[in-house]
C-alpha cells in the first residue's frame, strides 16, 4: 500500500522529468518537419541512428533527456530521429 501511495504522489514528477531533455517530432511526414523548422525560423537537427549501435543508445538514454541539451536543441531546431536499420519489432511510424 505504501509502494502505491509513493507512486501516485511521484507520478506527477515523472511526467516533468520528461519534459526537460530533447523534444523528437512524432507521425510527421518529412514535408510537415521542413515546414514547422522554416515557420519557427529554427534549423533541422536529424538524429541518425541504428538499433544496435552502441554510442547511439548512450546518446539517447544519458544525452538527449539532459535538461541542458533539451533547452539548446529544443530553442534552435526541430529534432527527428531517424532509424537506419530495420528490425522485426519496428513500429508503423518507423516502417513509414
Known sequence: MKKLILLFVLLPFLGLAQDKGTHFEHGLSWQQ???KAKKEN???FV???TTWC?????????????EKVGDFFNKNFVNVKVQFDK??????????
Open 87 to 96: 528490425t522485426k519489432n519496428d513500429s508503423e511510424e518507423v516502417k513509414s
Open 33 to 35: 518537419v521542413k515546414e
Open 54 to 66: 552502441g554510442p547511439c543508445k548512450y546518446m539517447t538514454s544519458t544525452i538527449f533527456p539532459q
Open 47 to 49: 538524429d541518425c541512428f
Open 42 to 44: 529554427k534549423y533541422l
